[in-house]
């Protein structure tokens, strides 16, 4: 088993972006931070984020989920290939460098950092960060597809909660673009809406086309399985520091972040786990849980009877990859 990677923000990175918050108001932040989500909810892309207050309104009020739905990809991405050890990482439409925290925390043979950004006001946020923890990364701003097509190839490409910003034609070529600059393994994550997912199975087919395999989150490379309205998503709960809560008007320590991925490698994963689909309901007879396997999707039956099998399967939680005896 590897090491889980925690899906809170590092401590460092909280107590830099707490710090950033001094000397500005609140209640100005927290209206800031509601309009971006307006126009997020509304189809508007990161072009509405125009300023200092603006980039960190976004820093504290989504950093902390779009950081944890990247961390659960990772711990499922390193738990398939235990022996992906990346040195160089591109990380595309980084914003505020939520993908390269991630990545550095989960990752730690990488050694050099590249961003790319077309926003300013995220892109300086995101070099305070980085200078205040002494991580030397670079961060040209421009067009993402632009600056990939001038970039060196990295081990590990990731866009995170990116290619939903774009039309379809321009997100089919930088679907092309990253993979190209893929040394090893590209990881892509989306909200885990039907339209998220709907875009990274769109990429996944694309890319499969031209040669990748996926390493996470499905145990095959053909077609998904599942039907609409059913979609693959997965949750991954997060805490919010004082800030965050401050800056949503929310009162819950927690929150539950929606969000659908693929990681997709240049060579095939050995040996493919099911993955669990949903939250199985564990039952003093059984435990029943929605799989997608190898062979396709089912629902496993896991009866009490079988003892050591049950008290595994009684362990199992959405997102995990399980292997059936
Ligand atoms: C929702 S933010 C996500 C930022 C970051 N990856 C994260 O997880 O917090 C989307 C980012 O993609 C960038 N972006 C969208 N389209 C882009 C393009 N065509 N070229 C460069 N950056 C782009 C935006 O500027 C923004 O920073």
């Given at each position: 088993?590897?090491?889980?990677?925690?899906?809170?923000?590092?401590?460092?990175?909280?107590?830099?972006?707490?710090?950033?918050?001094?000397?500005?108001?609140?209640?100005?932040?927290?209206?800031?931070?509601?309009?971006?989500?307006?126009?997020?909810?509304?189809?508007?892309?990161?072009?509405?984020?125009?300023?200092?207050?603006?980039?960190?309104?976004?820093?504290?009020?989504?950093?902390?989920?779009?950081?944890?739905?990247?961390?659960?990809?990772?711990?499922?991405?390193?738990?398939?290939?235990?022996?992906?050890?990346?040195?160089?990482?591109?990380?595309?439409?980084?914003?505020?460098?939520?993908?390269?925290?991630?990545?550095?925390?989960?990752?730690?043979?990488?050694?050099?950092?590249?961003?790319?950004?077309?926003?300013?006001?995220?892109?300086?946020?995101?070099?305070?960060?980085?200078?205040?923890?002494?991580?030397?990364?670079?961060?040209?701003?421009?067009?993402?597809?632009?600056?990939?097509?001038?970039?060196?190839?990295?081990?590990?490409?990731?866009?995170?909660?990116?290619?939903?910003?774009?039309?379809?034609?321009?997100?089919?070529?930088?679907?092309?673009?990253?993979?190209?600059?893929?040394?090893?393994?590209?990881?892509?994550?989306?909200?885990?809406?039907?339209?998220?997912?709907?875009?990274?199975?769109?990429?996944?087919?694309?890319?499969?086309?031209a040669g990748a395999h996926v390493a996470a989150p499905c145990p095959?490379?053909?077609?998904?399985?599942?039907?609409?309205?059913?979609?693959?998503?997965?949750?991954?709960?997060?805490?919010?520091?004082?800030?965050?809560?401050?800056?949503?008007?929310?009162?819950?320590?927690?929150?539950?972040?929606?969000?659908?991925?693929?990681?997709?490698?240049?060579?095939?994963?050995?040996?493919?786990?099911?993955?669990?689909?949903?939250?199985?309901?564990?039952?003093?007879?059984?435990?029943?849980?929605?799989?997608?396997?190898?062979?396709?999707?089912?629902?496993?039956?896991?009866?009490?009877?079988?003892?050591?099998?049950?008290?595994?399967?009684?362990?199992?939680?959405?997102?995990?990859?399980?292997?059936?005896?």
């Amino acid at each position: 088993m590897t090491r889980a990677v925690s899906p809170d923000l590092p401590a460092r990175l909280r107590a830099a972006l707490d710090a950033r918050l001094q000397g500005v108001s609140r209640n100005a932040a927290a209206e800031r931070a509601a309009a971006i989500s307006r126009t997020y909810r509304d189809g508007g892309g990161s072009a509405v984020i125009a300023g200092e207050t603006d980039a960190l309104a976004y820093a504290l009020a989504r950093m902390p989920a779009t950081y944890a739905a990247n961390v659960a990809s990772l711990n499922a991405l390193i738990e398939a290939r235990p022996d992906f050890m990346p040195a160089t990482l591109l990380d595309v439409g980084a914003g505020p460098g939520t993908a390269t925290w991630a990545a550095a925390e989960a990752l730690p043979s990488l050694q050099s950092f590249t961003l790319l950004d077309a926003n300013e006001a995220l892109r300086r946020l995101a070099l305070d960060l980085f200078d205040e923890s002494g991580r030397q990364v670079y961060y040209p701003r421009g067009d993402a597809r632009a600056l990939l097509a001038k970039a060196q190839a990295a081990d590990f490409v990731v866009a995170n909660y990116v290619i939903g910003e774009m039309g379809e034609a321009e997100r089919a070529a930088l679907a092309s673009l990253m993979w190209e600059k893929t040394r090893d393994t590209l990881l892509v994550v989306e909200p885990g809406t039907p339209a998220g997912y709907a875009r990274i199975i769109a990429l996944r087919s694309l890319l499969i086309a031209a040669g990748a395999h996926v390493a996470a989150p499905c145990p095959h490379d053909g077609p998904c399985p599942l039907a609409a309205p059913d979609w693959c998503h997965f949750v991954q709960r997060l805490q919010r520091s004082r800030a965050h809560k401050q800056i949503k008007g929310a009162d819950a320590p927690f929150e539950d972040e929606k969000f659908a991925y693929v990681a997709l490698s240049r060579a095939s994963v050995s040996r493919h786990a099911s993955r669990v689909l949903a939250q199985p309901e564990a039952g003093k007879v059984e435990v029943a849980a929605k799989l997608c396997t190898p062979d396709g999707l089912e629902t496993t039956r896991v009866p009490r009877r079988d003892k050591a099998a049950y008290a595994e399967a009684r362990r199992w939680r959405w997102g995990d990859a399980v292997s059936l005896n």
